[in-house]
């Protein structure tokens, strides 16, 4: 065989909506941006641990409230250089409350912000009112961006979205730090170009990233882009879901392979936040929804087998806890699935019923529906199940299989599908919805989910927001991550953050259903050196800390003259 070496990978993308470093939270968008900006630290889902990025080292003073960091030299690719006031600025903009930055939660300490302060030029100082044994962990998810090019721009958050908060920016905001920047960019396609004055570096001084540009196709969330990928072999890989593996594997061109179980997990719960607007009207269903008995009763209806089986033919586990066991910081699923209500349609009946929600009166087809004492008089109860589109459907077929659950004990569900930015208005601004299927992003570490466990939290989803826990079991979960957070004990931090899992799960304020198995299809006259076959990796390609190591060489073809 002839190979001949390849220097541009293409991609079938989701359309980015913005390039808003600091308020977005949709993960295809973080993605991209992770390839033009860059942060202090980096986290390898290979190796599993965070790395260096634009900081070559840090240091902790031994009472653990200062953190002190030396940058390396970095470049923008037009030559911007690197400063500590640019690391100053952009952690500043991240603790702004005007702005809408989901990290703001672990920069901020016991009421406190941490500041941030330039000692050098190349030396970045932050002084913790508390100690944070993780801080590190939070400052990985602060982008790291040039103070000359957004300062003007960051004066309110208006003229701040105006300018990054589009689908095509100005070019001056589409260079950063990172690896890549967008040369040019256009409905079809976003075409990013390698800064060649990237600190990265292999031990021979030659440039990484190996690969000099990267060619986004893009497509709308409901366009499957599964026939693109079949029929243009420019594209090398595609991750992929059990449906479309199954089909793959009998065409020779492709190769599957199963990076193991996924660092993201599929869950479903139903809304508590007492701001519901649908709670005016159905006062007793919220409180329903709010009462630990009545979620654990709803639990034994769940079987989670079934949905392994029936949505993800096999390529998935249960779980039982609000993280993937592909994380070392995970309970064990024994631990959980103790305190979580085994799989029990008559225990479900039983405990329903000491709660009042009782059957109903047959339909015309002899079913008998649950119903509980609302307002007014007694009704059927009823539950909504909002999720958004995916491209296997397999929110919406998770979703279909609860429905089908809850049906058995005789609870009427209703599953409406819709754009996941629709999703996110209604659990971040509106809270109008009754319950949802989403899927829960990788925790390598337990700062990563502050933000979902701490009732204060912007993506505590079952009730955000709060300025005091509203239940007692919220109110142990925020306690053992704060002893987590700043405990000097390391036996302490993990017995801390154990129980926090038991607590979570034997309160079952969401339902973890399950854990997928991470697919990716390559094709075969592709070889692709430095693919990440674990499935702690969003992207086995991508990834920001994998992408740098990756190169593409592909079977050389004879034209139609035999020539190569």
């Known amino acids: 065989l002839q190979w001949q070496n390849i220097d541009e990978l293409h991609r079938i993308h989701m359309v980015p909506s913005s390039y808003n470093f600091v308020e977005s939270n949709k993960s295809y968008e973080k993605q991209l941006l992770a390839l033009i900006h860059d942060q202090l630290l980096n986290y390898d889902p290979v190796k599993d641990q965070l790395v260096p990025g634009l900081a070559k080292t840090y240091e902790v003073s031994p009472d653990g409230l200062r953190w002190t960091f030396r940058l390396r030299d970095a470049h923008t690719p037009d030559g911007s250089k690197l400063t500590a006031d640019d690391v100053v600025f952009s952690f500043n903009l991240c603790l702004d409350s005007r702005f809408d930055c989901k990290q703001r939660g672990n920069l901020v300490l016991g009421n406190k912000p941490i500041k941030a302060s330039a000692v050098s030029p190349l030396t970045v100082q932050f002084d913790l009112p508390q100690p944070f044994h993780s801080f590190d962990w939070a400052l990985a998810g602060v982008t790291i961006v040039p103070s000359k090019t957004y300062s003007k721009v960051a004066e309110t958050p208006e003229t701040f979205r105006q300018a990054v908060g589009v689908q095509q920016p100005e070019a001056e905001f589409m260079l950063g730090f990172g690896p890549y920047y967008v040369d040019t960019q256009d409905t079809q396609e976003v075409r990013l170009v390698r800064n060649d004055r990237f600190w990265g570096r292999t031990d021979e001084r030659i440039p990484r990233p190996y690969l000099k540009r990267i060619t986004l196709v893009l497509r709308n969330e409901d366009v499957t882009s ?57 006062p007793k269903r919220l409180e329903l929804f709010q009462n630990v008995a009545f979620r654990r009763a709803l639990a ?4 989670r087998q079934e949905i392994v089986h029936r949505v993800y033919e096999g390529y998935a586990e249960p779980l039982y806890g609000p993280v993937s066991p592909v994380y070392g910081w995970a309970a064990s699923s024994t631990v959980l699935e103790e305190v979580t209500p085994e799989t029990n349609v008559q225990a479900a009946l039983s405990e329903l019923a000491e709660l009042g929600v009782l059957p109903g009166e047959p339909d015309a087809d002899g079913k008998r529906w649950l119903t509980y004492e609302e307002v007014g008089g007694r009704i059927p109860l009823e539950i909504e199940i909002r999720t958004s589109k995916d491209e296997e459907d397999r929110r919406r077929k998770t979703a279909e299989e609860i429905k089908s659950q809850l049906n058995e004990i005789g609870i009427r569900v209703k599953v409406v599908e819709e754009r996941f930015g629709e999703m996110v208005t209604r659990l971040d601004k509106t809270f109008d919805y009754e319950a949802a299927v989403m899927l829960l992003s990788g925790a390598p570490n337990p700062t990563t989910l502050k ?3 701490e009732s204060s939290g912007p993506m505590h989803f079952v009730n955000p927001y709060q300025k005091s826990p509203a239940t007692e079991w919220e109110r142990s979960v925020d306690e053992y991550f704060h002893t987590f957070a700043t405990s000097p004990d390391p036996v302490q931090r993990e017995r801390a953050i154990l129980e926090l899992q038991k607590t979570w799960s034997a309160a079952q304020p969401a339902f973890h259903l399950v854990v997928d198995r991470k697919l990716v299809a390559v094709r075969r006259d592709y070889e692709v050196n430095g693919i990440a076959l674990t499935g702690r990796a969003s992207d086995p390609i991508l990834d920001r800390t994998v992408i740098e190591n990756v190169r593409l060489r592909r079977i050389a073809h004879r034209d139609k003259v035999g020539a190569w």
């Open 226 to 282: 599964n026939l693109d990928f079949l029929h243009n072999d420019r594209y090398v890989y595609r991750m992929v879901g059990p449906m479309e593996a199954g089909h793959l594997k009998e065409n020779t061109q492709f190769e599957i392979l199963d990076r193991g179980l996924s660092g993201w997990c599929t869950f479903f719960w139903v809304n508590q936040n007492p701001h519901a607007p649908w709670g005016k009207e159905y």
């Open 451 to 453: 933000f979902f466990f």
């Open 300 to 303: 034994h209806a769940i079987d």
